[in-house]
Every structure is written in C-alpha cells, then in structure tokens.
C-alpha cells in the first residue's frame, strides 16, 4: 500500500481572488485585513475551515461540509495571522467577527425557511464557540 499525503484543499489565486471579492462585496466584517494583500499571499495563509491540529483530510471535509461559511472562515484566517494587535480584545473581536459573518453568509445563501438554514447557524455557533474557547493558542502562534 502507498503512503500517501493528504493535502490541505487550499485555495488557488482565482479561488482567494473569489473569496476575497464576496467578502468585500458583502462588507464582511474586518474586510480590511484584505488591503494590500496579494491573492497569492491569502490563498498561502488560508488552510480551509478547521484547526491546523486537525490535519488536512477533516479540515477538507468540513470545508466542503461548511462551504456556505468559507468566507467567513477565509477572511477569519488572515486575521489571526495578518493582525497586528495582539491583544485579547483584538482576539475575541476576530471570534466576533467570525460568528457575524458566518450568520451574514448564512443569510445571504441559505433560504430562511429551511432545515439547512437552521443547521448552517448551528455550525456557525459551534465555530465560534470553539475559536473563542480554544483558539488563543493558534492566535499567539500566528504573532511568531
């Protein structure tokens, strides 16, 4: 059997370049971490929706799982590594972010009246949740 290594999907330039103009278009929160960063540059720092110590394979499922909330979850990676304040504040207002721009994105794409709806809030609550809660280290990480 072949050993093989599971690559992390992360975004080409024309996929950063994508997620980088929805979250302008729609005027996500903390959109300005994305001035003066090339797409090359965004599409290096994103590693899909998931912690880096959940290795590539579930960080891709939850991904494609959770694709609604990539945005979201996009312009939240380059601001736990762009951020030049790091302060707790700056950290829990990154996790702020998040929850509020996953919710816009949900909004945005997902009909109102429907199951999908209600679960794709769920899973926005439970990614911040689990940011807020266990993202500090990840966030001191990214300062280095």
């Known amino acids: 059997m072949e050993d ?3 690559k992390s999907r992360t975004p080409d330039t024309m996929e950063a370049m994508a997620l980088m103009g929805y979250c302008r278009a729609h005027k996500l929160r903390g959109v300005e971490i994305l001035d ?13 929706i998931g912690a880096g110590w959940m290795g590539a394979e579930l960080r891709n499922k939850l991904t494609s799982m959770l694709f609604v909330l990539e945005p979201a979850a996009f312009l939240h990676d380059l601001t ?28 945005d794409r997902v009909p109102l009246a429907s ?9 926005a609550v439970a990614m911040y949740g689990a940011c ?7 966030w001191e990480e990214a300062a280095q």
Do not use: K
């Open 4 to 6: 093989t290594e599971i």
């Open 36 to 48: 003066g960063i090339t797409c090359e540059r965004a599409a290096e720092l994103y590693n899909g």
């Open 115 to 123: 199951v999908r709806f209600f679960r794709t809030v769920a899973a």
């Open 132 to 138: 807020r809660d266990f993202g500090w280290r990840a």
């Open 80 to 107: 736990y590594s762009l951020s030049a304040d790091r302060s707790r504040e700056a950290f829990d207002r990154a996790n702020r972010d998040l929850l509020a721009n996953c919710l816009l994105c949900t909004w």
